[in-house]
């Protein structure tokens, strides 16, 4: 059988057909049928995509898709289809709208110590109980309230992490599925899946205190760190087989004088645990050269002013609340790197958005908007924005692109406001009306994306502003913020906080 000729080749190389020669219409179809995220990256790759990718044929159908029910008015087509798109999308996350799902869901009458909203699942703790409730099945009227039982004594932490990270890990089906990690002043720390503990960790000398905020580690090999009243860190493998979790404890690191309260796993290098204790001293592990028991693996430390509040990690750098102030800490040289808040007289709760640099500052009576890059040319950082209103201590503090909420144990009401400007947006009542009000405050809050759960003596109110209708007009109560800026869309924020 004879080669083609190079002339033939060349012939056929000539006459193939690349996506840059389909016309803009073809383009518009072809990225109709892609989700947002595919959307937003064909947008960004060159001009001719970004027009198709802009089209208003694509964003008719992402609307359709996501508000069959909703018809563009005027004032949104006004804007375009895709930014009537964006500015509906916003204004849900940010809970512009009075008319959101509401479910109430009844517990024991006791505080709320955490909860969380995974998917259609609300889980909280009380004390030592963990419970369970799969939403759209209580709504169909099933019972569908679980309880986890194997803590006895107060849950101290709750984390959820994927499943894939995990040794329990199966099939595809499972990828975006997690796992629930809790632990107790029981000295133990459980991992649950289907309802059932599918390990149980045990090794600290007293309460486990602290979980890391995310799992590390390379590879199948990932590890989760805990700390403890005993002033240990403990490293513990999530792929060690056994129901009771043998051979699960890798490393116990020492260091620590006092009771660990924070962890926080290093943006810039997946090694690097980061950790800090009741006495405000702060330790950097680089756990890949860490032994069974080992102390040598602390590369970094350092120490902050007043009480630890909270900490986050982002890249290179380390955002600590404590006392009355956030500083940022470079993890590679230890070095403050700026002030990025002072809130007198005491911190009572702290969130970040890294993306925006925008940092939020729980105090008495109101939490406090920074932008970290303004502080960082000057000798005293000032609030962009005050978000006033509240009774007492601001402890319950939740931010994300989009909208910063916020509460506390003595206000019936959590508040909601934006992101990039600091106005109040809305207001949400903790509190059942359909039941007496035995204690006014919110012990406990959950945030994720268009739905809210909060927790008080009345039971659960779990609210989903994803098929809201009817906007809030204005929002006035006399506690509008000091504000700089206008607002902005954005089709590629992210929605992990």
């Given at each position: 059988?004879?080669?083609?000729?190079?002339?033939?080749?060349?012939?056929?190389?000539?006459?193939?057909?690349?996506?840059?020669?389909?016309?803009?219409?073809?383009?518009?179809?072809?990225?109709?049928?892609?989700?947002?995220?595919?959307?937003?990256?064909?947008?960004?790759?060159?001009?001719?995509?970004?027009?198709?990718?802009?089209?208003?044929?694509?964003?008719?159908?992402?609307?359709?898709?996501?508000?069959?029910?909703?018809?563009?008015?005027?004032?949104?087509?006004?804007?375009?289809?895709?930014?009537?798109?964006?500015?509906?999308?916003?204004?849900?996350?940010?809970?512009?709208?009075?008319?959101?799902?509401?479910?109430?869901?009844?517990?024991?009458?006791?505080?709320?110590?955490?909860?969380?909203?995974?998917?259609?699942?609300?889980?909280?703790?009380?004390?030592?109980?963990?419970?369970?409730?799969?939403?759209?099945?209580?709504?169909?009227?099933?019972?569908?309230?679980?309880?986890?039982?194997?803590?006895?004594?107060?849950?101290?932490?709750?984390?959820?992490?994927?499943?894939?990270?995990?040794?329990?890990?199966?099939?595809?089906?499972?990828?975006?599925?997690?796992?629930?990690?809790?632990?107790?002043?029981?000295?133990?720390?459980?991992?649950?899946?289907?309802?059932?503990?599918?390990?149980?960790?045990?090794?600290?000398?007293?309460?486990?205190?602290?979980?890391?905020d995310k799992l590390f580690g390379d590879g199948s090999g990932k590890l989760l760190a805990s700390g403890g009243e005993?002033?240990?860190?403990?490293?513990?493998?999530?792929?060690?087989?056994?129901?009771?979790?043998?051979?699960?404890?890798?490393?116990?690191?020492?260091?620590?004088?006092?009771?660990?309260?924070?962890?926080?796993?290093?943006?810039?290098?997946?090694?690097?645990?980061?950790?800090?204790?009741?006495?405000?001293?702060?330790?950097?592990?680089?756990?890949?050269?860490?032994?069974?028991?080992?102390?040598?693996?602390?590369?970094?430390?350092?120490?902050?002013?007043?009480?630890?509040?909270?900490?986050?990690?982002?890249?290179?750098?380390?955002?600590?609340?404590?006392?009355?102030?956030?500083?940022?800490?470079?993890?590679?040289?230890?070095?403050?790197?700026?002030?990025?808040?002072?809130?007198?007289?005491?911190?009572?709760?702290?969130?970040?958005?890294?993306?925006?640099?925008?940092?939020?500052?729980?105090?008495?009576?109101?939490?406090?908007?920074?932008?970290?890059?303004?502080?960082?040319?000057?000798?005293?950082?000032?609030?962009?924005?005050?978000?006033?209103?509240?009774?007492?201590?601001?402890?319950?503090?939740?931010?994300?692109?989009?909208?910063?909420?916020?509460?506390?144990?003595?206000?019936?009401?959590?508040?909601?406001?934006?992101?990039?400007?600091?106005?109040?947006?809305?207001?949400?009542?903790?509190?059942?009306?359909?039941?007496?009000?035995?204690?006014?405050?919110?012990?406990?809050?959950?945030?994720?994306?268009?739905?809210?759960?909060?927790?008080?003596?009345?039971?659960?109110?779990?609210?989903?502003?994803?098929?809201?209708?009817?906007?809030?007009?204005?929002?006035?109560?006399?506690?509008?913020?000091?504000?700089?800026?206008?607002?902005?869309?954005?089709?590629?924020?992210?929605?992990?906080?």
């Amino acid at each position: 059988m004879t080669d083609p000729s190079p002339s033939t080749t060349q012939s056929s190389s000539s006459s193939s057909t690349t996506i840059a020669d389909l016309d803009e219409d073809s383009l518009a179809h072809c990225a109709s049928y892609l989700n947002l995220q595919d959307i937003t990256n064909i947008a960004v790759t060159c001009k001719s995509l970004k027009r198709a990718a802009y089209s208003d044929s694509v964003w008719q159908r992402l609307f359709r898709d996501h508000w069959p029910q909703e018809v563009l008015s005027g004032s949104l087509q006004a804007l375009g289809v895709r930014e009537a798109y964006l500015a509906r999308r916003t204004a849900l996350h940010q809970f512009k709208f009075i008319d959101p799902f509401v479910a109430d869901f009844y517990s024991a009458a006791k505080p709320f110590d955490h909860i969380l909203l995974d998917k259609n699942d609300i889980i909280f703790s009380q004390s030592s109980m963990i419970q369970r409730i799969q939403i759209d099945s209580s709504l169909s009227g099933n019972d569908s309230m679980v309880i986890l039982s194997g803590h006895n004594a107060r849950i101290t932490s709750m984390r959820l992490f994927p499943l894939d990270e995990t040794s329990l890990f199966r099939s595809e089906a499972q990828r975006r599925k997690n796992v629930l990690v809790t632990s107790s002043s029981d000295h133990s720390i459980r991992l649950w899946w289907k309802d059932s503990c599918q390990r149980c960790f045990k090794g600290h000398n007293g309460p486990v205190s602290a979980l890391s905020d995310k799992l590390f580690g390379d590879g199948s090999g990932k590890l989760l760190a805990s700390g403890g009243e005993d002033g240990t860190v403990r490293l513990w493998s999530l792929s060690s087989s056994g129901k009771r979790g043998q051979h699960a404890l890798k490393a116990t690191l020492y260091g620590h004088e006092k009771p660990v309260k924070l962890m926080s796993v290093a943006g810039h290098s997946t090694s690097l645990l980061v950790t800090m204790s009741r006495d405000s001293k702060v330790r950097v592990w680089d756990t890949s050269t860490s032994s069974a028991v080992c102390s040598s693996c602390c590369v970094g430390m350092t120490s902050v002013t007043g009480a630890p509040v909270d900490m986050r990690c982002h890249e290179s750098l380390l955002y600590v609340a404590a006392g009355s102030s956030v500083i940022a800490i470079d993890l590679r040289t230890m070095k403050k790197v700026i002030t990025a808040a002072i809130h007198q007289p005491k911190l009572y709760s702290f969130a970040i958005v890294p993306s925006k640099s925008l940092i939020c500052t729980g105090g008495v009576g109101k939490a406090m908007l920074w932008d970290a890059r303004r502080s960082q040319d000057a000798l005293k950082p000032e609030p962009m924005a005050e978000l006033d209103g509240h009774t007492g201590s601001v402890t319950l503090l939740q931010m994300d692109p989009y909208k910063i909420v916020t509460g506390g144990p003595e206000d019936s009401s959590v508040s909601i406001w934006e992101t990039d400007t600091g106005r109040q947006t809305n207001s949400l009542i903790c509190n059942s009306p359909e039941v007496e009000n035995t204690s006014s405050g919110c012990s406990a809050m959950a945030v994720n994306g268009c739905r809210i759960v909060t927790g008080s003596y009345s039971g659960l109110l779990f609210r989903d502003f994803t098929n809201a209708t009817r906007p809030v007009l204005k929002y006035e109560d006399g506690n509008d913020s000091k504000f700089w800026g206008t607002q902005s869309y954005s089709d590629t924020d992210d929605e992990e906080y």
